[in-house]
């Protein structure tokens, strides 16, 4: 079965360090790739995408992703994290074909430590 | 615009009852879907509506339908509810042809106990 892990349940990192983010999804077709961010005061929001074309894109918020087919990933970076990026952030990624459906990693809470 | 809204955000419900929720989407939004999120689970799909007809659905029983009207507002209902359809309940609306490949702008979602 098509699926989406986020090997990575919690992590924690100090305000102004990097991060990255894991997602790998199951082989399939050519995947729509998503992550998302969900915060207590505001819902589930869309950082980025990936359809095709250039394997790094760039997200609001600072964040960027790059795709590596090679390795089923498609990771999640921001160079310097604040404080307000502490929520629970989820892979998804929808496999092309006549069934759309868009599916989610279990999420990856990140906590920011001042 | 207005964002997506949900309604109610709250709902208890005993075993055995039924439930509607109901999500109005950004306006000139054609594409509803509907997410359900537990903390077992996790975030899953149920199903996407557009343009009235139901184009994907998740993998979850009957008792789970939904509806969308020509205003493209959308209904769920769960029928016979147990303890585990106890959740949030996330609906998105998108403006474009590919539903839930475009970007989607979700609501704040109902919450949903059964007891």
């Known amino acids: 079965a098509q699926s989406v892990t986020q090997p990575d349940i919690h992590i924690t990192v100090s305000e102004g360090a990097s991060l990255e983010l894991r997602c790998n999804y199951s082989?399939?077709?050519?995947?729509?790739l998503f992550w998302y961010v969900q915060s207590p005061g505001q819902g589930l929001q869309l950082l980025l995408k990936?359809?095709?074309?250039?394997?790094l894109v760039q997200g609001i918020k600072g964040f960027e992703a790059e795709f590596k087919r090679s390795q089923s990933s498609f990771n999640l970076r921001k160079p310097s994290v604040h404080w307000s990026d502490a929520a629970e952030y989820f892979c998804a990624v929808v496999w092309g074909g006549s069934n759309y459906k868009l599916t989610f990693g279990k999420g990856t809470l990140l906590t920011v430590n001042p | 615009k207005a964002g997506v809204t949900q309604t109610p955000r709250y709902l208890i419900k005993t075993r055995g009852q039924q439930v509607t929720l109901s999500c109005s989407p950004i306006s000139g939004h054609r594409s509803v879907s509907w997410y359900q999120q537990t903390p077992g689970q996790g975030l899953q799909f149920l199903f996407e509506?557009?343009?009235?007809?139901?184009?994907n659905k998740g993998n979850f029983p009957g008792r789970f339908s939904g509806r969308q009207f020509s205003n493209s507002r959308s209904e769920m209902n769960v029928s016979t509810l147990e303890l585990g359809d106890s959740a949030l309940y996330l609906c998105?609306?998108?403006?474009?042809?590919?539903?839930?490949?475009?970007?989607?702008?979700f609501g704040p979602g109902t919450r949903l106990t059964v007891l």
């Open positions: 509506y557009f343009s009235e007809t139901q184009r």
């Open positions: 990936y359809f095709s074309g250039d394997t």
């Open positions: 998105a609306s998108s403006a474009g042809l590919a539903g839930v490949a475009d970007t989607q702008y």
């Open positions: 082989y399939g077709a050519t995947p729509y």
